[in-house]
Every structure is written in C-alpha cells, then in structure tokens.
C-alpha cells in the first residue's frame, strides 16, 4: 500500500512488475544454471539498482518545492543553480550536486564545466544523488513539511520518463546527428547516450517512439571516415547503445528494419576493435530473437563475419558470436549459410582445443541436421572428437549433444559406424551414458547402440 503523500501511478507500477520479473528470471538462471555467466550476474544486480532508483524516484516525484516561508531550508539541500530545495538531486562528473532539471538547462546551453568548481566535465551524464533525495525527504518529514504533487516530476505515461529527461535525451540526439556539431561533441553525445541505455532502460522505449531517433543516432557512422583509427571511440558508444535499444522488445523489429542498421553492423563487426566486434555480436544475438529478423541478418551475409570472428577466438567475444550463430541457426536457411560459410571446420577446431565447448556443441547439434555438415564433420575427425568429450566431460548438456550429434552421423554416415563400434567394444562409452546419462542422453545412446547391432548383423548374416 502507498503510503500517504505518495502516488503509485499505473505505470510505475507496471515498470516495477517487470523489473522483479526480470529479477526472477535472473535469479532463476544463476540458481538453476550450472555454467551460469558473468554477465547475468551483473544484469540481476543492475535490475537490482533499478527496481531501487524506481522506488527512490517515485517517493522524491512526491516533494513539493514550495516551502512554508518561515520554515528555512538547509543550505546543502539546495540547488546551487536555482537556490531552491533539489526535488531530483544528481550528481555530475565534478562530483557537485544539482536539480537535475536546471542542470540539463545548463548543459543545453553549450557549457562542459561544473558551474561550482568550473572544471571541465569528463562526460555529462548525471547520476541520481540517492543520498541526498533521502535526507531532503526525512528532513520534510522531521519539519512536519506535507508533501504533495503539485510540483512533482512528470512523467511519461508509459516509461516513466520525465518532461525534461525526454527533452535532454532528444537535445543528445540532435548533438550526435548535427554537420555543425564538433566531433568532441559527437563523441561526448554518443558516450552518454551509450550510458543512459545502459543504466536506465526506459530510455531505451523512447527510440520506438520517432522513426528518426535510430537514423540520428547511427548519422556519424554513416560516414567512412568514423571508421577510421581516430573514431574508434566514437563506433563503439554508438555500437553500444544500438545493442542497449535492442534489448526492449518493442525495438526489436524496428532497428532490425532500418535500413542502415544492418550495413552498418556488417562493417563494426569486420573492422571495429574487439569490444565493438563483440557487442556487435550481442546486437544481432539479440535482434535475432524475432524468426523475421532471423531471416533478415542471414541474408545480409552476417554469419561469415561472425564465423571469421569465432575463428579468431578472442576471448572477450566468444560467448557473444556463438550466442548469435546459434541463434541464427535456428532458422533452416541459416544453417546452410553457416555450413556453406565453414562453420563446421572452425567449430570442431574450437572443441577439439577444448573452447568453450558447451556452446559449440550446441551449434554443431543444430548443424547436424544439415546433410554436407554431417560430411565435413566424418571428413574432420568428429567422431573420435565427440567420443572423448562424452567419456571426459561432466557437462549433462555437453554429452546429450555429443551423443545427438554421433546418432545423425549413424544415420546419414555409415562409413563411421565402424568407427564408433571399436571405440564401444574398447571403451563401452555409449553404453555407459545410455546407462547413467540423462532421459534424452539414454534415449539418444540407446538408439546408436540398436543401430550399431543392426547393422553388425546384417553384415554379419551377409
């Protein structure tokens, strides 16, 4: 229940619903998971500080900043800019505490300094001042101060955006678009853009709402030049905040669609440094969650650059592009690009040195279903390959791959069939995962090892 003084607008409340969903899901995965990422880790915890700013913001959104004239407000609570007590403190780069609203004013001028200190602000971005909105609210309470709405932020109706982060997020917009724009500017302009998305979600809705917004933002890398070694800053902020916008999943479709988008990918991904390369891959990861989008970046010729990256195996993005090839293979077309690509060849490269070999199997049981992949993999030593990692491995999701992998080599290639029953009559490794295996493990090992006996008799009965 709210409590009095306070209001929980539908909205708020919807935002904060889907916040603890996504907590849930979170939670959910790095309890269940046994291989559960890092990066999971760090999106509950993000969610975490969200569901809190959320929380802090619609108690402050209540605070009236007109006080009784004979009750004297604290210095400190004040705004240095309007002399008026902060109903949305944050804090800049300098460190010094403003109203967010009469700073963003002051930085819409043109100005890069602290207007307290003068220093020139490493970036703009403002950071709610938690502390501070805390102490103004138990400060009110302790001088019997009623708070009310009548000069309370407003908000979008769907996000909770406020009036005048609306209006500076559009002015960032303009910033990184403009020819008169100095390119420091741009770079600044993409930067907190790049930080906004990341930290505050609702800014991510506001890219469905103009057809212009994703065009503004993508304007300085429609230009040759901004891929060259003096911007690589530049293409990664810029990277970075079209992967941010393409986790909501209004926007899916419509970055998707853009018709720059793409292209423009396409090139981060061949000639970005290897932050951008990897956050590239995660975009098109995440776009891909739409069949239709499937379709769309498999036709743009996005799984080569993808394959060419995981061939190069560099750390910081493996878990990126074989998230995102997965993903794409999903859709049947897509598997014959990949093959017809050299996915297998790379892949079994990978697993064979023991490169995150969960994930690849993965792929490679998708590909499986792909006739010429099931030949490249007799032609490149799968089958051995395989056989090790099923008998080595303490991965239940590894092995049911493995073991799906080697039941469609049976059927499509018999050449290996001889192969697999010596490494069974030395090693029994099939027997033993039908065995002790998972459901779909002994399912898969039973039906190998009824092929396997079949096709011994028949020859044998020959």
């Known amino acids: 229940m709210a409590k009095p003084g306070m209001v929980d607008s539908g909205p708020l409340v919807a935002k904060k619903i889907e916040l ?26 993000e969610t975490l500080s969200l569901l809190k700013d959320l929380k802090l913001r619609r108690r402050s959104s209540s605070m009236s900043l007109k006080l009784p ?29 403003y109203d967010r609203s009469f700073i963003q004013q002051w930085l819409k001028a043109g100005n890069r300094t602290c207007p307290q200190t003068q220093q020139v602000l490493s970036h ?11 102490l103004i609210q138990q400060w009110c309470k302790s001088q019997g101060i009623e708070l009310s709405n009548s000069n309370s932020v407003h ?3 769907e996000e909770g955006i406020s009036n005048a982060d609306r209006d500076h997020f559009l002015w960032l917009l303009e910033k990184i678009s403009s020819d008169s724009s100095a390119l420091s500017e741009q770079k600044a302009a993409a930067k907190e853009l790049r930080l906004l998305t990341k930290k505050m979600p609702a800014f991510r809705a506001v890219f469905s709402e103009s057809p212009e917004a994703i065009p503004q933002l993508l304007k300085p890398l429609s230009k040759n030049e901004s891929f060259s070694n003096n911007h690589y800053d530049l293409q990664e902020d810029v990277i970075t905040t079209l992967l941010n916008i393409s986790i909501h999943d209004n926007n899916k479709k419509l970055v ?19 932050a951008t390369r990897s956050n590239t891959a995660a975009a ?27 061939e190069e195996g560099h750390p910081l993005a493996m878990k990126d592009v074989a998230s995102a090839i997965f993903t794409l293979c999903v859709l049947h077309e897509n598997k014959a690009r990949a093959v017809r690509d050299g996915a297998v060849r790379v892949i079994l490269s990978k697993i064979k040195n023991r490169v995150h070999v969960d994930e690849l199997l993965a792929i490679l049981a998708l590909l499986s279903s792909h006739q ?11 089958v051995a390959c395989l056989l090790s990692i099923i008998g080595e491995s303490s991965c239940e999701r590894s092995k049911e791959n493995c073991i799906a992998i080697l039941q469609t080599i049976c059927l499509y290639d018999r050449s290996k ?40 008799n028949i020859t044998h009965t020959a």
Do not use: W
């Not at 703009?124 to 909105?133: D, K, R, Y």
């Not at 998707?256 to 290897?274: D, F, S």
């Not at 098109?284 to 995981?310: H, M, Q, R, V, Y």
């Not at 010429?372 to 799968?382: N, R, S, T, Y």
């Open 124 to 134: 703009i971005l403002l950071t709610p001042n938690h502390l501070v909105c805390e």
């Open 372 to 382: 010429k992949a099931i030949q490249e993999m007799g032609e490149l030593g799968a």
């Open 155 to 157: 908000y979008n109706e």
């Open 256 to 274: 998707a669609e853009t018709e720059m988008v793409i292209p423009i990918l396409m090139k981060a991904l061949r000639t970005g440094t290897i």
């Open 284 to 310: 098109l990861f995440t776009l891909s969650a739409l069949d239709s989008n499937k379709e769309l970046i498999g036709k743009s010729g996005a799984l080569k650059p993808l394959i060419d990256l995981l």
């Open 20 to 45: 603890k969903k996504e907590l849930q899901r979170l939670v959910k995965s790095i309890v269940d998971e046994e291989d559960y990422s890092t990066e999971a880790i760090d999106r509950a915890k």
């Open 417 to 456: 069939l001889k192969e697999i029953k010596e490494e069974e009559s030395r090693n029994r490794t099939i027997s033993q995962l039908a065995e002790n295996g998972t459901s779909r493990a002994k399912r898969k090992a039973g039906a190998v090892i009824e092929r396997l006996n079949r096709v011994v």
């Open 69 to 97: 004239k004979t009750v004297p407000c604290p210095e400190e609570f004040k705004c240095p800019l309007s002399k008026e007590l902060m109903r949305d403190p944050v804090i800049v780069a300098s460190g010094q505490t």
